[in-house]
């Protein structure tokens, strides 16, 4: 919990500096999280170029106008995922002719992507391990409705009509599912 | 306290960007019953909005090509895109998360909080020469001590936002990131008082921007709305609101 708080510490310094006009700062954001939301756009959008040019605009936007990061609504790391992966939905649900080209180029894969990649800072490999054992940890129908309305973006009536569920249904797994994750990520219960 | 339930259920699939457009008029309506200033909302929205910025991490990152952080910087700096050759803006840019880690900008008075509110939500759009007019007519109304600010919602994209001062003449609406309407086609801005509609005029956004003066007070109105419609801009709405926010 300890190197959590470090590590927000540290992004918030360097938000503080992009703000400066600190190019450094600016730089080591980027490393630090650009890997995780080029493959968290890749993963939704299943289109290397389009979710480089996500990524692109969320950087972009940190850069113009980092004030649009409020440390009282949450991490550097929320606000930057959070950033991309809003895009990232909008260009699934804008573009589905692309999103059915681009699901025969990039095979769809699982949570567990068995690729190896060095991550420069320290911390994000235990977050990830983290979030994975979070999702393992929910029952499979929660699990399964989160999966594909974050990762696919699916909105919850698409969700509904694949897999032939009341929208009741669909809502209220994705509520359960989604407080047992604050409870096994935040350490809240409510 | 009362119960928040419903809205709950409603902040974590927004916060998972599950909502449909239906759902998202259900959320922004409650926020708005709830108020701006419903801290149990503010509590709900900022933990589901971190849990699910932490759930980006179980996918594994992907490898940074060699160049882009170099291209990414020169665009920071002002410079073109040495790969496009242009530095036009990406074609699915969204303000969305604008709206959902801003900080909130709830209704504030006096001159410290208009300047506030004109750099967090116009930027530098308030810098366009010919736009100067409006420009100053918006800072004099955000210097009233009463200004309020009413934020529009809805199956839309872009923020909106109406400010206005009970007793001024004018109000604007002043937004970004809104899509052009279909050809033959503009927005439409209504006031509703009760279930009646009032126009208060068509406009278009430029380049996603809108910075619209409406020449009415809608302090007094239940609620406002945006339509898209003919370019004749008809005196009554003949379609769905893709923006709307209750008074």
């Not at chain 2, 991490?57 to 952080?69: H, K, L, N, S, W």
């Not at chain 2, 496009?84 to 803006?89: E, H, K, M």
Request: net charge negative; charged share 25%.
């Amino acid at each position: 919990m300890q190197t959590v708080d470090l590590s927000g510490a540290r992004d918030r310094e360097l938000v503080r500096r992009v703000g400066d006009g600190d190019e450094d700062a600016f730089r080591r954001l980027f490393r630090r999280y650009g890997p995780t939301a080029l493959g968290l756009a890749r993963r939704i959008v299943r289109q290397p170029f389009l979710a480089e040019e996500i990524v692109q605009e969320v950087f972009l936007a940190v850069w113009r106008d980092p004030g649009g990061y409020d440390p009282e609504r949450g991490s550097v790391r929320a606000w930057l995922m959070g950033m991309t992966h809003h895009r990232a939905v909008d260009a699934v649900r804008r573009e589905e002719a692309s999103k059915r080209r681009a699901a025969e180029a990039l095979p769809e894969t699982d949570v567990e992507d068995p690729a190896v990649v060095v991550v420069e800072e320290l911390g994000i490999p235990e977050e990830r391990k983290a979030v994975r054992s979070a999702l393992d940890g929910l029952p499979a129908e929660q699990r399964q409705v989160i999966e594909l309305m974050y990762y696919r973006g699916l909105s919850q009536s698409r969700i509904a009509e694949r897999l032939q569920l009341p929208l009741g249904t669909v809502k209220s797994r994705t509520l359960l599912g989604m407080r047992r994750l604050r409870a096994a990520l935040l350490g809240m219960e409510r | 306290m009362r119960d928040h339930a419903a809205i709950e259920e409603l902040i974590a699939l927004g916060a998972l960007d599950g909502l449909d457009p239906s759902g998202a008029r259900e959320l922004a309506a409650q926020r708005s019953d709830h108020g701006a200033d419903c801290e149990e909302c503010l509590r709900l929205e900022s933990t589901y909005d971190e849990v699910a910025g932490r759930l980006a991490f179980a996918v594994e990152p992907a490898e940074i090509r060699d160049g882009f952080e170099d291209q990414l910087v020169t665009l920071a700096r002002g410079g073109e895109n040495p790969e496009r050759g242009d530095d036009a803006p990406p074609s699915i840019a969204r303000e969305r998360d604008r709206r959902r880690f801003a900080r909130p900008m709830r209704a504030l008075a006096g001159v410290v909080a208009a300047a506030l509110i004109v750099g967090a939500g116009v930027g530098g759009y308030l810098l366009a020469p010919k736009e100067e007019s409006a420009t100053r007519a918006l800072e004099q109304l955000l210097r009233q001590p009463n200004v309020q600010q009413l934020e529009l919602t809805g199956g839309a994209n872009g923020t909106m936002n109406v400010y206005y001062a009970p007793g001024h003449p004018d109000a604007f609406l002043v937004g970004s990131g809104l899509d052009q309407p279909p050809s033959g086609k503009a927005y439409e801005l209504w006031m509703f008082r009760g279930q009646t509609p009032v126009s208060a005029g068509c406009f278009a956004p430029e380049n996603g921007n809108v910075l619209q003066e409406v020449n009415a007070d809608p302090s007094g109105a239940d609620a406002m709305a945006i339509t898209v419609e003919s370019n004749a801009c008809p005196a009554a709405p003949t379609s769905q609101p893709v923006m709307s926010g209750a008074l």
